[in-house]
């Protein structure tokens, strides 16, 4: 079946422009999270959504970044004004919550963002 | 907040050797540990998961891992690596009553020499 997909695969944006990140999980993963995988570093946690609960958003780095997730499936991860130190690899991964298969995350293929 | 670290950056193992890829975590209240791999080019994919029961868990690839509380390790092995493990390795962590962040070390990538 269709796994996590991810667009765009690349972005290139200068600097103070705003980009959106678009994720498509699996169909029926009722869980979904937003990491940034910088050069050299582990996964850093951004934002989870389960069902229709408020969004954990503990993980977003400052006011500039935000995400919704539409229909609890589609969700866009939105960067304001973008500046340099944004430039990662933006991951989004799905699971199902409950039974053997919980908590098992199903990754995309992550969108290099570069600010240039 | 938990916080996971893999003390080692960089493995390199020559083919048909074990290896044994370290990963310690924070806190010692109720976890589920996981390790996921990340192949050249490609996306991370679940290699094994420990969630309750049995202390020794078994993955894909021949991988196994032993979940240790006293030592809150969970260190990833195979007793024989081939060439196409070569990859990058990340241990993840999520404490049981929140389940809702996952905690990622740096990762470790294997190298294995033919």
């Known amino acids: 079946g269709a796994g996590v997909s991810q667009s765009p695969s690349n972005k290139v944006t200068e600097k103070g422009k705003d980009v959106e990140l678009r994720c498509d999980p699996i169909?029926?993963?009722?869980?979904l999270y937003w990491y940034r995988q910088s050069l050299g570093q582990g996964l850093e946690f951004l934002i989870y959504f389960q069902g229709n609960s408020a969004p954990d958003k503990s993980g977003l780095p400052s006011d500039r970044f935000s995400a919704e997730r539409t229909g609890g499936s589609v969700s866009t991860l939105t960067i304001q004004r973008t500046q340099q130190e944004d430039s990662a690899v933006y991951l989004c991964a799905s699971s199902l919550v409950g039974g053997a298969t919980s908590y098992e995350q199903y990754f995309g293929p992550g969108t290099r963002l570069t600010v240039t | 907040a938990q916080s996971v670290t893999q003390l080692d950056s960089q493995v390199p193992v020559f083919e048909e050797a074990p290896v044994e890829l370290r990963c310690n975590y924070s806190?010692?209240?109720?976890?589920?540990l996981f390790w996921y791999v990340q192949y050249p080019n490609q996306g991370l994919q679940l290699l094994l998961k420990y969630l309750s029961g049995s202390t020794l868990v078994k993955g894909i690839n021949g991988f196994e891992a032993e979940f240790n509380k006293s030592q809150t390790s969970f260190h990833l092995r195979k007793p024989s690596v081939h060439i196409s493990d070569t990859a990058e390795y990340f241990c993840?962590?999520?404490?049981?009553?929140?389940?809702?962040?996952?905690?990622f070390g740096t990762g470790t990538s294997l190298t294995v020499i033919p």
């Open positions: 993840a962590v999520s404490d049981v009553f929140t389940g809702n962040q996952f905690y």
């Open positions: 806190s010692s209240v109720s976890v589920y």
């Open positions: 169909s029926g993963h009722t869980a």
